[in-house]
């Protein structure tokens, strides 16, 4: 009878175990399309969504970065200027005769749009670098010996 008790209790907690293991939080690592409106377009009917009615489309800047728990590490995609909507992932690309002509005639200027912040391209290897320092610190850093010197009474 003991055995069988036993047995139960040890599938319960390992059931319990199973599903506390895959609720905990992940950590993303990877490579991330980031998406980002640089320039709001008039809303013309030259600027609508094809496949949605009344949805007008902006400039974007789309660029691909790996990322490690949503620092931004490095570029592994040059940022390149598309169509989107706001508060979407929907992007429409652009041929560079288009992109000329959106440019040219919004008064835009095309280096300024596809230049990423500082954070984007040089954050995450100042931290990564600050990470690895500290850690080299920790195992090779200087050990102060303390003289202690023992008070008689």
Known sequence: MTYIKKL????????????LTLAKARIPIGK???LEIVS?????????????????LDLARLHQQYSIAWIPVW?????KLVLAKADSDRYYELSNKELEKII?????DKDQLLKLGFYTQYG???ILFLLVCLI???LFGKDK????KPINL
């Open 40 to 56: 709001d377009l008039p809303n013309t009917d030259e600027y609508l969504s094809k496949e949605e009615s009344n949805t007008h």
């Open 75 to 79: 570029i592994t995609q040059e940022p």
């Open 145 to 148: 010996k303390k003289d202690v």
């Open 8 to 19: 139960f209790l040890t599938t319960i907690i390992t059931f319990c175990s199973y599903n």
């Open 104 to 108: 040219s005639t919004n008064k835009l």
């Open 136 to 138: 080299l610190y920790g």
């Open 124 to 126: 995450g290897k100042i």
């Open 32 to 34: 991330i399309d980031k």
